[in-house]
């Protein structure tokens, strides 16, 4: 028996990387996916090889609209949402002094504005469905500090926090909330912001596995938090980053 048989899921940033292979494991465990991106393309291009399972839809995280027309999109086509991926987010390093306003405030937008809202619009309809599963990406920077990456770190503590209280608020519904915590994991997403292959193996030498994560071993831990294996996981923050936060000294 397929795993997440009967689940119908929404899967943000889900065009490439990291939510590429979410959105590939899920329906490889049999559910109905959602891929949600603002990059059409590869986005297009990934629901088409995954068949009558997948579907692409062009969603800007942060419109409250974008939401509405996407969660009201996802029940015409396959029927109620009882999965939520909150995988959608960006990345920019920056000094605390000089990092522009602007920038900062795209960082909340997309990471934190974005995953709030996300949980919103689906909270209705899995109240109404019995409830369902949703998974935050928050970082192991929501664990741990590091330097020149504040915006992005203070989006993904607010990530972990907003899961912790939503899951107090929303278990009574039936409606688990986790968060998920990836170390430095290889996608376009780090590669876009300049961590090239020395960069690589320099993140790989600082953790207990000696390598950088793909995103081939995030999705696993997002089928057992999609699926009813994990029905009394909720408001738990999982760090799944090849042993970067079992030393003290992560993030000095």
Not at 43 to 65: I, N, P, Q, R
């Amino acid at each position: 028996m397929a795993r997440l048989e009967g689940k119908i899921a929404i899967v943000t940033g889900g065009a490439q990387g990291q939510g590429a292979a979410i959105a590939r494991a899920f329906v490889s465990e049999g559910a109905k996916v959602v891929i949600a991106d603002v990059a059409d393309e590869p986005g297009k291009l990934l629901a088409d090889s995954l068949g009558e399972s997948a579907l692409f839809v062009h969603h800007d995280v942060s419109s409250e609209e974008s939401w509405t027309a996407l969660v009201a999109q996802t029940a015409e086509t396959y029927g109620p949402v009882n999965v939520l991926a909150n995988n959608a987010g960006i990345l920019r390093f920056g000094e605390i002094l000089t990092q522009p306003v602007e920038e900062f405030e795209l960082l909340w937008r997309v990471n934190t504005l974005g995953c709030f809202l996300g949980m919103r619009s689906v909270i209705s309809t899995m109240k109404e469905n019995g409830g369902g599963s949703i998974i935050n990406a928050s970082s192991i920077e929501g664990l741990a500090g590091m330097a020149f990456v504040a915006g992005y770190t203070s989006t993904k503590f607010a990530i972990r926090g907003m899961t912790k209280a939503a899951a107090l608020e929303l278990g009574p519904n039936g409606i688990r909330v986790n968060s998920v915590h990836p170390g430095m994991i290889d996608t376009p997403m780090t590669r876009g912001v300049g961590a090239d292959d020395a960069a690589m193996e320099f993140g790989a030498s600082k953790v207990a596995l000696k390598r950088v994560g793909h995103p081939e071993d995030i999705a696993p831990l997002y089928v057992y938090l999609a699926s009813d294996e994990s029905g009394f996981v909720t408001g738990a923050e999982i760090a799944i980053d090849g042993g970067a936060t079992a030393t003290h000294a992560y993030g000095g």
